[in-house]
């Protein structure tokens, strides 16, 4: 490997380097938000199960309207 060729991947590498870092945030982000609607997903089923179901569907219409979706809903609950 002669000189230009080390220099060429020092600059592909820094190029490369903030999109790597901006992927891993990006997919380190999802998995907090998957964890975040796992919890509110075990929270709303269990307000469903001791308040009752006008309470829980408030709960998951708010969680989902924070984010700007109805990613919750509340039929992908299990209920006992």
């Known amino acids: 490997m002669n000189k230009n060729d080390a220099s060429e991947i020092r600059r592909k590498t820094l190029e490369l380097k903030p999109r790597v870092i901006c992927v891993a945030s990006n997919l380190r982000a999802r998995a907090l ?5 796992q919890v509110a997903r075990r929270l709303a ?3 469903l199960n001791k308040v009752g ?3 829980a569907s408030w709960f998951v219409a708010r969680a989902g309207s924070a984010r700007g979706s109805s990613e919750l809903k509340l039929s992908e609950f299990s209920f006992r």
Do not use: T
Not at 33 to 37: D, F, S, T
């Open 33 to 37: 938000y998957r964890e975040a609607l």
């Open 45 to 47: 089923a269990f307000l």
């Open 53 to 55: 179901k006008s309470f």
